[in-house]
């Protein structure tokens, strides 16, 4: 296979502002062989006509809409993504990302004799591209700390062989928003593929006003219930590998819940009775019981004092 074909997938709603960069990225490549389907999520702005005069200029990029009859979400226009590629590879991607002109070129160099090639990515914001991170991609405890977010892929770290993903029995879960790569990614790791990790930042990660991450930190109840609905998922599926810290991942959960316990308590958010119920049943699960009686005491200090949420950290 001496020029093989990356399949480039990418999810748009409303990007008519950004996903020229994103395309511009994709033309600069010093590696020609590949294609980039997009699907459009039903936006309501320009973003099809930014995305089809691209179409018309250069016939590697294809531009398609979600059906009505398919479940409104970046992982379904992925998975329908999947369905139309040609590629031997598939690089899913996101409407808002960049790549380095050199990425294709070097994935395509060391992803021969692996199942999947992961490589790093920069953080960057909107002003002046500001780089100010860079993700961490290995660890002899893969697994557990993936799951704990110690190591991070995104959707765009991995370069995945085709036929390992069509040996899986689903690709992205439709039912949840956020974490979804997170899941996928998660997946498949459980299927122990060979991995090859490139220590070098190939993309460029966006985070603005409109990022999911920043739904989060606003309190976004739906998302928040997609990150747990994820979380509680994987520890079913982790129930039988002995392998795994299974009470290590449980605290973790609980210590998310207590999180969003202190945020809604600072922020005087409707949902803080919710939070307050799942880290105690957390607590309970995990006989924390001096961890119990120190939120019961915070949650009501803070009603009465409006202070002492410190006592959550």
């Given at each position: 296979?001496?020029?093989?074909?990356?399949?480039?997938?990418?999810?748009?709603?409303?990007?008519?502002?950004?996903?020229?960069?994103?395309?511009?990225?994709?033309?600069?490549?010093?590696?020609?062989?590949?294609?980039?389907?997009?699907?459009?999520?039903?936006?309501?702005?320009?973003?099809?006509?930014?995305?089809?005069?691209?179409?018309?200029?250069?016939?590697?990029?294809?531009?398609?809409?979600?059906?009505?009859?398919?479940?409104?979400?970046?992982?379904?226009?992925?998975?329908?993504?999947?369905?139309?590629?040609?590629?031997?590879?598939?690089?899913?991607?996101?409407?808002?990302?960049?790549?380095?002109?050199?990425?294709?070129?070097?994935?395509?160099?060391?992803?021969?004799?692996?199942?999947?090639?992961?490589?790093?990515?920069?953080?960057?914001?909107?002003?002046?591209?500001?780089?100010?991170?860079?993700?961490?991609?290995?660890?002899?405890?893969?697994?557990?700390?993936?799951?704990?977010?110690?190591?991070?892929?995104?959707?765009?770290?991995?370069?995945?062989?085709?036929?390992?993903?069509?040996s899986q029995k689903y690709l992205f879960?439709?039912?949840?928003?956020?974490?979804?790569?997170?899941?996928?990614?998660?997946?498949?790791?459980?299927?122990?593929?060979?991995?090859?990790?490139?220590?070098?930042?190939?993309?460029?990660?966006?985070?603005?006003?409109?990022?999911?991450s920043k739904e989060i930190e606003k309190?976004?109840?739906?998302?928040?219930?997609?990150?747990?609905?994820?979380?509680?998922?994987?520890?079913?599926?982790?129930?039988?590998?002995?392998?795994?810290?299974?009470?290590?991942?449980?605290?973790?959960?609980?210590?998310r819940y207590k999180y969003f316990l202190?945020?809604?308590?600072?922020?005087?958010?409707?949902?803080?009775?919710?939070?307050?119920?799942?880290?105690?049943?957390?607590?309970?699960?995990?006989?924390?019981?001096?961890?119990?009686?120190?939120?019961?005491?915070?949650?009501?200090?803070?009603?009465?004092?409006?202070?002492?949420?410190?006592?959550?950290?």
């Amino acid at each position: 296979m001496s020029n093989p074909l990356i399949s480039i997938i990418i999810p748009v709603f409303n990007r008519e502002h950004l996903i020229s960069e994103t395309l511009n990225s994709i033309l600069a490549q010093t590696y020609l062989f590949w294609e980039c389907i997009i699907i459009d999520d039903g936006s309501t702005d320009n973003t099809l006509k930014v995305v089809e005069s691209y179409c018309v200029t250069d016939n590697r990029f294809r531009l398609f809409k979600r059906p009505v009859s398919k479940v409104k979400g970046a992982n379904s226009c992925r998975n329908l993504g999947f369905d139309l590629c040609n590629g031997d590879y598939i690089k899913w991607f996101d409407s808002d990302d960049l790549f380095y002109d050199f990425a294709l070129e070097k994935i395509v160099n060391k992803i021969k004799d692996f199942d999947v090639c992961v490589s790093k990515l920069e953080y960057f914001t909107n002003e002046k591209l500001k780089k100010y991170k860079v993700n961490s991609i290995y660890s002899q405890n893969l697994i557990e700390d993936y799951f704990i977010g110690k190591i991070t892929f995104y959707v765009s770290g991995p370069t995945w062989k085709k036929s390992f993903l069509e040996s899986q029995k689903y690709l992205f879960d439709e039912s949840i928003s956020n974490l979804d790569d997170w899941d996928f990614n998660l997946r498949m790791l459980y299927k122990k593929p060979k991995i090859n990790f490139i220590d070098k930042s190939l993309i460029k990660y966006r985070i603005h006003d409109n990022s999911l991450s920043k739904e989060i930190e606003k309190l976004n109840f739906e998302e928040i219930q997609s990150e747990f609905k994820a979380r509680e998922k994987h520890l079913e599926l982790l129930k039988k590998n002995n392998t795994i810290n299974s009470k290590k991942l449980k605290v973790f959960i609980k210590n998310r819940y207590k999180y969003f316990l202190r945020e809604s308590l600072i922020h005087k958010d409707v949902k803080k009775y919710y939070f307050l119920k799942k880290t105690l049943i957390k607590q309970i699960d995990l006989l924390d019981f001096l961890g119990f009686l120190k939120t019961i005491i915070a949650f009501i200090v803070f009603m009465l004092f409006n202070r002492g949420y410190k006592i959550l950290k």
